[in-house]
């Protein structure tokens, strides 16, 4: 299940000055776009803008064709820092995060326990945080934003603190469980190959205030240098 997700003239600002143009993007329903950009582009602000945590200044955001005006159970988002409870447990984590759906205790359990193996972590459903290295804390966030089985993932950075071989391993799963669930993912990210491995099209944010400043589909199959040559200069250009 996935939703559209479409940017109609969004601007935003936090009071004063704006930090991102008017802008119009559509991703469609089961799509994957990478959002690239330098430090302070605005790529967080269109996440958040996205998850209902951001009011947009001008413009409006809808996902499904229904306005956006707070978060909601069919946005998941996954942060770089994973913002888990460490007085629950993995399962207690993402039980959690299924109260607003209203299910009941044991159906709430079941859905956890099911996300948590999706994520490879059915062993660590009873660990609390302390007790998981970073790349286990992130599949608990990662279960977390799948449990409610949302039409649109949004993920800020979220392998942006983990080491090398445990980020490889966390975006195999990540292409693994969007060709399987089939929800649309905007993924924010400073890493153009990250961007190119795991989306179908890479969106370069710039300036101050932000703007798109390209627009690329990413072909399946191996790595494109002439593209990856292009995002690049787009994102050096100021
Ligand atoms: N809550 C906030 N209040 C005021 N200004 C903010 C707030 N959040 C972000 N900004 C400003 O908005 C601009 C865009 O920030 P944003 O976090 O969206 O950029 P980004 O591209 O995601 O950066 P990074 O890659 O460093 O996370 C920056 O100038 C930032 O300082």
Redesign the pocket.
């Known amino acids: 299940m996935s939703l559209e997700v479409r940017l109609e003239g969004l601007s935003v600002g936090?009071?004063a000055a704006p930090?991102l143009r008017p802008t119009d993007l559509v991703f469609p329903a089961g799509s994957f776009t990478a959002l690239l950009?330098?430090?302070?582009?605005?790529?967080?602000?269109?996440l958040n803008t996205v998850a209902g945590f951001v009011r947009p200044a001008t413009g409006r955001v809808t996902a499904g064709g229904t306005e956006v005006t707070g978060p909601g159970p069919d946005r998941g988002v996954v942060f770089q820092h994973y913002a888990l409870f460490p007085w629950r447990t993995a399962r207690g984590n993402v039980e959690f995060a299924l109260k607003r759906l209203g299910l009941p205790r044991a159906r709430r359990r079941e859905l956890a326990l099911a996300a948590l193996a999706e994520v490879g972590l059915a062993d660590g459903a009873e660990k609390y945080p302390a007790q998981l290295s970073g790349g286990m804390q992130q599949r608990v966030a990662l279960a977390r934003a799948l449990a409610a089985r949302p039409e649109v993932l949004l993920m800020d950075?979220p392998f942006g603190a983990l080491d090398a071989l445990t980020r490889t391993r966390m975006q195999a799963l990540l292409r693994e469980l969007w060709e399987r669930s089939g929800t649309t993912v905007l993924f924010?990210t400073?890493d153009i190959d990250e961007a190119l491995a795991l989306a179908g099209r890479v969106v370069v944010?710039g300036g101050?205030p932000?703007r798109v400043l390209a627009d690329h589909p990413v072909p399946a199959g191996p790595p494109d240098p002439a593209l990856r040559e292009s995002v690049a200069a787009r994102l050096t250009t100021p």
Do not use: A, D
């Not at 950009?37 to 269109?46: A, F, I, L, Q, R």
């Open positions: 936090y009071g930090v950009g330098p430090s302070g582009c605005g790529k967080s602000t269109v950075e924010v400073h944010l101050s932000g």
